[in-house]
């Protein structure tokens, strides 16, 4: 267990609609990394925060936004939601903003 | 466009086993590489390296990064079937952030 809680475990929808994915970093860890994993394209990094400010971004689509709230968890918005979006979500946490990073246990989104 | 490529893509060995799994990278501004083992959900941190020709240890596990040649490779001796698992690399970079660009990772199934 690495101290990282993701929420909900497991999301199905349709397409076209909007969900919210929820994650709360390890006690102390300042931030926040979004990962998506699907069977064609392996582990893709999506964005990155620290201390509540964007930090660095990934090949994120404009349908999905992020943000990291004053209690340091954050949220992955994900709409108008595609077939093709159906994969595993990794929230993960570090220390700092170069220190090793910490993986959730993940949300399986399955778009329908 | 940056770049993780790990070999063999899979492995099959007998417990007791020593292997050698391998990475090379080409990534901008390379600040550090990472290795996990993934099982059946989350990513398992093992190693970060930054340095090069600096053997990190743990246990059966080690590893070393060099820096000039762009490759690191990770050892495990006297293999056990519960090492079985996909291992993963990953490279930090980037420009003010740290995105991790992870490999497509190497399938290590670990026979009684």
């Known amino acids: 267990d690495s101290g990282v809680t993701q929420t909900p475990k497991h999301l199905i929808t349709a397409t076209g609609q909007r969900v919210t994915l929820r994650c709360s970093p390890r006690s102390g860890d300042l931030s926040v990394y979004w990962y998506q994993q699907s069977l064609d394209q392996g582990l893709q990094f999506l964005i990155q925060y620290y201390n509540g400010e964007e930090r660095a971004k990934g090949n994120i689509l404009e349908r999905f936004s992020a943000q990291q709230f004053p209690d340091l968890h954050s949220e992955l918005n994900l709409s108008s939601l595609e077939l093709g979006d159906s994969a595993l979500y990794f929230c993960?946490?570090?220390?700092?903003?170069?220190?090793?990073?910490?993986f959730g246990p993940g949300t399986r989104l399955t778009v329908l | 466009e940056d770049k993780v490529v790990q070999s063999p893509l899979s492995l099959v060995v007998h417990e007791g086993d020593t292997v050698t799994l391998n990475c090379s990278y080409e990534v901008t501004n390379f600040r550090s590489l990472l290795w996990y083992k993934q099982e059946k959900k989350a990513p398992t941190f093992l190693f970060m390296l930054?340095?090069?020709?600096i053997e990190k240890k743990s246990g059966r596990l080690s590893s070393i990064l060099d820096k000039k040649e762009l490759f690191s490779i990770l050892n495990i001796t006297a293999t056990q079937t519960g090492d079985s698992a996909v291992y993963l690399c990953a490279v930090g970079g980037g420009n003010a952030g740290n995105m991790l660009t992870f490999g497509g990772g190497t399938r290590l199934m670990v026979k009684p």
């Open positions: 930054t340095s090069s020709g």
């Open positions: 993960a946490s570090s220390a700092g903003i170069h220190n090793e990073q910490f």
